[in-house]
T-cell receptor, first 117, second 111 residues
Framework: AQTVTQSQPEMSVQEAETVTLSCTYDTSESDYYLFWYKQPPSRQMILVIR??????QNATENRFSVNFQKAAKSFSLKISDSQLGDAAMYFCAYRSLTQGGSEKLVFGKGTKLTVNP | DGGITQSPKYLFRKEGQNVTLSCEQNLNHDAMYWYRQDPGQGLRLIYYSQIVNDFQKGDIAEGYSVSREKKESFPLTVTSAQKNPTAFYLCASSIRGMGQFFGPGTRLTVL
């Protein structure tokens, strides 16, 4: 079974600075998707970014980008120009491509990001 | 507006009672999911459904039941057999390859 590990329970960053959240995963598969979700205090889960394992190019969405290292099974999230609204729990998630049509996700335990003004 | 709605936002239950959490989506997604979130833990999958009239157990299905009679709806019943039901419950739906989209959640408290 696949596992997702987020080794940083909490992180903090100064407003306008850059922060990187770590995620590693364990899998024997070669094709899969990886995701980062944001959960602000409202507790609504918001999809931030997704990465297909077969793509070497790292995904980017505005101020959010990933560093995908397939051989190392690492999928870190970089937030540039941090804003107060970025304060949230961030979850890394893995989706196998061998499970047919199911979009089942395996989640890490999350990293709580604090943004200091 | 397209999206996923969950109701109620807060729910209180007495011990020994069954309660049903509602999840509705108008995104035309085939698959729907129920997760439980406890403090300090990630999301754990309770049940999921890939198509109407079909559903599968997730990692923590004991004490829960679901139905999928309509594509838009995937209600979750928390039965009296669930020993520790106080938690935050999230419903999600998905379309192939795009990841899951979540509702706003229901906070269930057992009194």
């Amino acid at each position: 079974a696949q596992t997702v590990t987020q080794s940083q329970p909490e992180m903090s960053v100064q407003e306008a600075e850059t922060v990187t959240l770590s995620c590693t995963y364990d899998t024997s598969e070669s094709d899969y998707y990886l995701f980062w979700y944001k959960q602000p205090p409202s507790r609504q889960m918001i999809l931030v970014i997704r990465q297909e394992a077969y793509k070497q190019q790292n995904a980017t969405e505005n101020r959010f980008s990933v560093n995908f290292q397939k051989a190392a099974k690492s999928f870190s999230l970089k937030i540039s120009d941090s804003q107060l609204g970025d304060a949230a729990m961030y979850f890394c998630a893995y989706r196998s491509l061998t499970q047919g049509g199911s979009e089942k996700l395996v989640f890490g335990k999350g990293t709580k990001l604090t943004v200091n003004p | 507006d397209g999206g996923i709605t969950q109701s109620p936002k807060y729910l209180f239950r007495k011990e020994g009672q069954n309660v049903t959490l509602s999840c509705e989506q108008n995104l035309n997604h085939d698959a729907m999911y129920w997760y439980r979130q406890d403090p300090g833990q990630g999301l754990r999958l309770i049940y999921y459904s890939q198509i109407v009239n079909d559903f599968q157990k997730g990692d923590i299905a004991e004490g829960y039941s679901v139905s999928r009679e309509k594509k838009e709806s995937f209600p979750l019943t928390v039965t009296s057999a669930q020993k520790n039901p106080t938690a935050f419950y999230l419903c999600a739906s998905s379309i192939r390859g795009m990841g899951q989209f979540f509702g706003p959640g229901t906070r269930l408290t057992v009194l």
